[in-house]
Each structure stands twice: as structure tokens, then as C-alpha cells.
């Protein structure tokens, strides 16, 4: 089994800055895919940053040029650096991993609280 664990969520005002941290832990061998997705109210989750399978990032439309995503594979670890934040980024930002633990599986974080204020 394997866990995801996100922090770094709070509240900000428009146009600052945020980093988001997701670190993978227990007993993993290796890891697919990795990145973030978030849900905003009476929204779907959608796609923000991923580490694809093959090791290309995919931005989602919406924050290309702001939002970065970047990792320290050492520590199984996935950040993500929000720039120029808008009222419209508010939504629970949550960790998504595909992790071979003997078998490959889906792995999502709890979620992590992101707000903009205007």
C-alpha cells in the first residue's frame, strides 16, 4: 500500500503565490504518473500538472505560463508552484499517483484547500 499526502493549501490574495508539496510514502517501487488535479464547487476535477507516464509534463489550458509543476523523484515527491493565482484557481487541489506497490493502482491525496481572494 502506498499513501499520498498533500500540503502547502491556504489563502491568498489574487496575483500571489502559493507551492503545493505531495509526497509519496510506503511501499512503492515505482511510480507511473504523477501530478495534480483540482474540483472546484458544483465543478468537475480536472487536470492541472502531471508527470505523464512517460515522463512529459501536461499543463491544463488554465494555468499554463502561471502554474509549475516539478519533482525530487529521490523523495518520491511532487510540488507545485502557483503563480499569479486568480479567484477563479480557488478549489481543492488534490495528488494523483499511479504507484506499483507488486501491483500497479490509482492513488489520490486527501485534498488541500486553495483560495483566492479578489
Known amino acids: 500500500q502506498a499513501q499520498l499526502r498533500e500540503s502547502g493549501g491556504g489563502l491568498v490574495q489574487a496575483g500571489g503565490s502559493l507551492r503545493l508539496s505531495c509526497a509519496a510514502s510506503g511501499i512503492i517501487y515505482s511510480i507511473n504518473a504523477m501530478g495534480w488535479y483540482r474540483q472546484a464547487p458544483g465543478k468537475q476535477r480536472e487536470l492541472v500538472a502531471v508527470f505523464s507516464s512517460g515522463g512529459s509534463i501536461v499543463y491544463g489550458d488554465s494555468v499554463k505560463g502561471r502554474f509549475t509543476i516539478s519533482r525530487d523523484n529521490a523523495k518520491n515527491t511532487v510540488y507545485l508552484q502557483m503563480n499569479s493565482l486568480k479567484p477563479e484557481d480557488t478549489a481543492v487541489y488534490y495528488c494523483?499517483?499511479?504507484?506499483?506497490?507488486?501491483?500497479?493502482?490509482?492513488?489520490w491525496g486527501q485534498g488541500t484547500q486553495v483560495t483566492v481572494s479578489s
Open positions: 494523483n499517483a499511479q504507484i506499483f506497490t507488486g501491483q500497479m493502482r490509482d492513488y
